[in-house]
């Protein structure tokens, strides 16, 4: 029924759903100016649902015999429509749809005048560009899109993850929903098992040019029959708005000069490399399965395992490994490397994508470090140090357990003694004994309840039914013949039956056999467990994921953190910040690190970098800013690093050092790499007499602003990050033609930027201007 309402609605221009005269905030390449007027607006056309987004795009799908089955007139009835457009504004802004719908217009362009454009075929990409140059004259320019083009933008990767998403190969990560950094790492450190040989396809640095943009077309048109929506894609890419550059590293990091329509756009060009690799797969281990097992002796204590073949693709980053022979990781490597650069038109770097040992030699892959371990490293055993601070702990439990026991006896003691008292006053009072008083049965419940505990804990203490045992056996006369001759048979039974229940009660020996036979069974556990480790070690290899330490430490050093000798310093650009923006900038630093890194097996390393190196540096930061001393200034902060915020309450932007001891790999997602907050600082200008700029952030209609000037880190160094021997390997970089440029911020998402909870790809960049430095 849904399905049959949007298929009408895609046919009937005047359609009351589809109606809106929502006006939002167009940028500007120019300064903004104060006189810019604003009109409220109202819509009546509301943001599409998830669940109604894919249903519009799948009723674009036609089967046909002829033709194949293909999505059709997807600009017409998908992206020109004044809701989808809405649906693409909101995930710009990253706003709920009940707040999509009241936004003030500054400078407006109206989203049912830009789906009438889109659908009659009108609307302009080279007029939506903007050209950014760089503070230095031999920079490189860039060409970005303004807020119209990037809703257009995102209307095109919206259709596109409904139609390629469930056609996809499983190992394709990045691009994609619930498909990140971590859930590849994950996917590596449960399921990679036994790997003997391995490589990653590392790609030469280079751009995608004319023939790379038409073999993706030929590839959009197996599925699309729309000319119109693949021709925008290719003008986009005409215009250098949409760039994909291979073998950087500024994919998928959320930078301005990467679009989000590039991630799915690459998993669509390499669809074809990845069914190749899946169908090797599959065909390896269907062969694998079928070898004869009855070649191998029953005598023997050789164990056959199948060869797999296991591959993870995060955008241009290919990772293959076998637990097969050399022989077939070779063939496997042959093959891929040849399709990727016969048919894909790429070139491979040939040194770098080389085969290497799992066990010996250690990868790159996402920005970390991999290499096959026994089970062991993973989960090592307690050593004898653990050991011993184990026992330590246990002893010191059982005291105060002891301690609790006889603090508890001494309390009821205390108590008996006064109900007692208080029962032989009332019975003195009283005409006579009585024994039916009211308090009666409460008394016998509270003192039968303590005798049943203090026997409880009487039968488990040994020492006490030895000593028992002992005093009520000893000198046991009774059991002399000529003695048990003369007394009556009555006395003689009741003393044996007597001497029986001791037995049966208070003998040790039984208790003391039940403790060996419990100690044996603990040390035939242990015994068991090492047997398993030890084979486990032998036969088996997981993958181990670490941070590059060396390289964290040379970015910490690089960005200025530490000096020479790798001891905290400060940073002198964050002087002229105020204290609550100096913390929240080295707390997005932080917490970007740490949510990285939380997947990695020597993630307490990371921990140490952040809990010391960049909590320190932040203290002398701040030291040097107020010219005090160290000490005052973690007497003023503390440790923590709290401040107080506009409404006199005290944060702590920073992690503390409970939550930097108490984070792990329990909640793995996405996360953003460190080096947009690393080569990132915003400077506030001096002048407080500035006009109210509009905030530069997607749809945000505050006014209540601040003006801030960009600069990055390698400007400041003057490094060129393509230099990897001054620049840290694998670290991305901002484009340079950001450097200098001034942006206006409000507060909200000022804190948001610095903290990590947007990036510069979530701002129109466009909206800056340039100003000469004082």
């Not at 964290?552 to 940073?571: D, H, S, Y």
Request: charged share 30%; glycine share 4%; proline share 4%.
């Amino acid at each position: 029924m849904l399905r049959t309402a949007l298929r009408r609605t895609a046919t009937t221009a005047n359609s009351p759903l589809f109606c809106s005269n929502l006006a939002y905030p167009i940028p500007s390449t120019r300064r903004p100016t104060s006189s810019s007027s604003s009109k409220p607006s109202t819509s009546v056309a509301t943001p599409l649902t998830q669940s109604q987004i894919k249903t519009l795009v799948l009723s674009q799908y036609t089967k046909s015999t002829t033709r194949g089955s293909k999505f059709t007139r997807l600009v017409l009835n998908v992206v020109a429509q004044p809701a989808f457009l809405l649906s693409a504004c909101q995930n710009l802004a990253k706003l709920s749809p009940e707040g999509m719908g009241q936004a003030p217009t500054i400078g407006s362009f109206s989203v049912e005048d830009m789906a009438r454009e889109i659908a009659e075929n009108r609307f302009k990409v080279e007029p939506c560009c903007v050209l950014l140059t760089p503070s230095r004259k031999k920079g490189e320019s860039l060409v970005l899109p303004d807020l119209r083009l990037k809703v257009l933008i995102e209307a095109l990767r919206m259709v596109l993850e409904v139609v390629y998403d469930e056609r996809l190969m499983t190992f394709c990560y990045g691009g994609r929903v619930g498909m990140g950094r971590h859930t590849a790492v994950r996917y590596l450190k449960n399921s990679v098992e036994n790997a003997t040989w391995w490589f990653a396809a590392k790609f030469e640095r280079q751009s995608f040019e004319v023939s790379h943009m038409e073999r993706l077309c030929r590839v959009l048109e197996e599925k699309i029959d729309d000319c119109v929506f693949v021709e925008l894609i290719r003008k986009l890419f005409n215009s250098n708005v949409v760039r994909i550059e291979l073998g950087r590293f500024s994919l998928g990091r959320g930078f301005p000069q990467e679009s989000g329509l590039c991630g799915i756009l690459i998993n669509v060009y390499f669809s074809g490399l990845d069914r190749e690799i899946q169908e090797f797969r599959l065909r390896v281990n269907r062969e694998s399965r079928n070898v004869d097992a009855a070649k191998i002796p029953m005598s023997s204590n050789v164990s056959y395992r199948p060869a797999k073949v296991y591959a993870v693709r995060y955008l241009d980053e290919i990772l293959i490994a076998t637990s097969g022979s050399k022989v077939l990781m070779m063939d496997l490597r042959k093959k891929i490397l040849d399709r990727i650069e016969s048919d894909l038109g790429l070139k491979v770097d040939g040194m770098r994508s080389t085969i290497r040992s799992t066990v010996s030699d250690k990868l790159e892959f996402l920005g970390m470090e991999l290499q096959a371990v026994p089970p062991s490293v993973l989960n090592p055993p307690m050593t004898e140090k653990e050991v011993r601070a184990r026992k330590k702990y246990l002893r010191q439990k059982e005291v105060q357990a002891q301690e609790r026991r006889n603090a508890r006896e001494r309390n009821r003691r205390k108590v008996g003694m006064k109900i007692l008292s208080h029962l032989f006053r009332k019975l003195k009072r009283s005409n006579g004994f009585r024994l039916d008083l009211p308090i009666e049965d409460e008394v016998q419940a509270i003192f039968s309840r303590w005798a049943d505990e203090t026997v409880q804990e009487f039968f488990h203490s040994l020492e006490e039914r030895y000593n028992w045992h002992r005093m009520l056996t000893a000198g046991n006369f009774m059991s002399l013949r000529h003695i048990r001759d003369q007394l009556p048979a009555t006395l003689v039974d009741a003393h044996d039956e007597f001497q029986a229940q001791i037995d049966k009660h208070l003998s040790p020996y039984a208790m003391m056999a039940a403790l060996e036979e419990e100690e044996r069974e603990k040390e035939e556990e242990t015994e068991r467990k090492y047997a398993d480790q030890t084979a486990n070690d032998l036969t088996r290899t997981l993958i181990k994921v670490d941070a590059p330490i060396q390289l964290v430490r040379k970015a910490v050093k690089l960005a200025g953190f530490t000096n020479n000798m790798g001891r905290p310093r400060p940073i002198k650009l964050l002087l002229a910040l105020e204290d609550a923006d100096i913390i929240k900038w080295y707390a997005g630093v932080g917490r970007r690190w740490l949510e990285y890194f939380c997947c990695c097996h020597n993630f307490r390393t990371v921990k140490i970098v952040v809990s010391y190196h960049l909590r320190f540096s932040c203290i002398l930061t701040l030291q040097a800013k107020h010219e005090s001393t160290k000490q005052e200034a973690i007497k003023h902060y503390t440790k923590d690093l709290i401040v107080t915020d506009e409404g006199e309450n005290k944060v702590a932007y920073f992690p503390t050092e409970k939550e930097v001891k108490m984070m792990g790999d329990r909640n793995l997602s996405n996360p953003m790499p460190i080096d947009g907050a690393l080569t990132l600082a915003l400077v506030r200008l001096a002048s407080d007499v500035e006009p109210p700029y509009p905030c530069a952030a997607h749809f945000c209609t505050e006014r209540d602003t601040r003006c801030y000037r960009i600069r990055l880190l390698q400007n400041r160094l003057n490094v060129n990050p393509a230099n990897d021997e001054k620049w840290v390997p694998g670290m991305g970089a901002i484009h340079e033609s950001f450097n200098r440029k001034l942006l206006a911020l409000c507060p909200r998402h000022r804190d948001d930027l610095f903290l990590g909870g947007i990036t510069l790809h979530d701002i129109d960049i466009t909206t800056c201007w340039e100003q000469d430095a004082d």
